[in-house]
């Protein structure tokens, strides 16, 4: 139990051009998903929490602009980033909590977006 | 904000050995966890630790929970080449989950 999907896994684009990386709740529902960031050998660091039905909460610094955040069901959060740059490379990981007796996150298997 | 100190920062070892790592923190925790990353992939929770002074064990590991609720210890007995990854703790406020940076463990069979 408590499997997360992402897709893609790997993706490469250009400069300029948006991304959308979809987090998945396979065998429950999560009224809540969290956006992570991890850099080379770098811990997690929190980017926003995704709220079904809501807007996300942003973390300081994290532009909310740049990286959209949807949460339209209770299986599926996405993040959009938009205008991607080169810094923007770097590992997505999301997260869905199970909620209920458990409370705990559960990770997806994440996505390496390179930007060239 | 929070921080978590986690220690240590790698540890080469031999097949068989026993391990220990530990996070400390200036701030309270109601729930400390232990995950354990390997390369490419997401975390995996391997412990949930949930009261002051918890001992929990999951096989080969075992977790505790400081009685002040600001530390954590994670041991792995008798390591195995598979044990190989980065281990995180975290610690868990409201919903949101502050991490350390990891200890990476790499095994010498």
């Known amino acids: 139990g408590a499997v997360v999907s992402q897709h893609p896994s790997r993706v490469i684009c250009k400069s300029g051009t948006s991304v959308k990386i979809e987090c998945r709740s396979l065998d429950f529902q999560a009224t809540t998903m969290f956006w992570y960031r991890q850099f080379p050998k770098q811990s997690l660091m929190l980017m926003a929490t995704?709220?079904?039905?809501?807007?996300?909460?942003?973390e300081q610094g994290v532009e909310k602009d740049k990286f959209l955040i949807n949460h339209a069901s209770l299986t599926l959060s996405t993040l959009t980033v938009t205008s991607a740059h080169p810094e923007d490379s770097s590992f997505y990981i999301c997260?869905?909590?199970?909620?209920?007796?458990?409370?705990?996150?559960?990770f997806g298997p994440g996505t390496r977006l390179t930007v060239t | 904000g929070q921080q978590l100190n986690q220690s240590p920062q790698s540890m080469f070892i031999q097949e068989g050995e026993d391990v220990s790592m530990n996070c400390t923190s200036s701030s309270i925790f109601n729930t400390w966890l232990w995950y354990k990353q390997e390369p490419g992939e997401g975390p995996v929770l391997l412990i949930a630790l949930y009261k002051a002074g918890e001992l929990t064990s999951n096989g080969r590991l075992t977790a505790q929970f400081g009685i002040t609720r600001k530390d954590s210890f994670l041991n792995i007995s008798a390591s195995i080449p598979s044990d190989v990854g980065i281990y995180f703790c975290?610690?868990?406020?409201?919903?949101?989950?502050?991490f350390g940076a990891g200890t990476i463990l790499r095994v010498k069979s």
């Open positions: 995704s709220n079904e039905g809501s807007k996300a909460t942003y």
């Open positions: 975290a610690g868990r406020y409201g919903n949101k989950l502050v």
């Open positions: 997260s869905a909590r199970v909620g209920g007796g458990s409370d705990e996150q559960y």
